[in-house]
């Protein structure tokens, strides 16, 4: 009988981190509990379930295009990043989604596992003032199945990130 696959998180160690996030890690002197959960999780929503925080303490790190430039957002797990909140804190004249061979030439990542620092480049980079709101968040460590925690201010400080309101408004 095969074994059960549970919701649950491993806590590992840093070398499950993509190597060239620990390998970031390592440069800031950054000791960081790198998690891996037991299969890839595709959703904010399913890494909150895996890891048993709220959702809202996931941190999407999201590449888009301003003007044809990468730009970095860090994004709260439930909420939406508004691209005209993001065009007007950068005065650009478009902001699109960046696709999947952009993020990769510009992170080193892959969809769904960017961290929020120790890309391949250096790009702008906007943090949602959300992030605040909590002591922790989880990141991706490069890949789609392993995070790491850290308090939101020491995260947008690596990240380099200014701070913004960059989310879609709730009605």
Known sequence: MAPTRTASVHAMTDSLAHPQFAAALKDLGIEAEVRRFPDATRTAAEAAAAIGCDVSEIVKSLIFAADSVPVLV??????????????????????????????????????????????????????????????????????????????????????????????????
């Open 74 to 171: 860090l994004m709260d797990g439930s909420s939406r990043v508004d691209l005209e909140r993001v065009r007007a804190e950068l005065g650009a004249g478009k902001v699109t989604r960046a696709d999947a061979t952009v993020v990769r030439e510009t992170t080193g990542y892959a969809i769904g596992g960017v961290p929020p620092f120790g890309h391949r480049t250096r790009t702008r980079v906007l943090a949602d003032r959300a992030l605040l709101d909590h002591d922790v968040v989880w990141a991706a460590a490069g890949t789609p199945h392993t995070v790491f925690p850290m308090e939101p201010r020491t995260l947008i400080a690596h990240a380099g990130a200014t701070l913004a309101d960059v989310r879609e408004r709730t009605a």
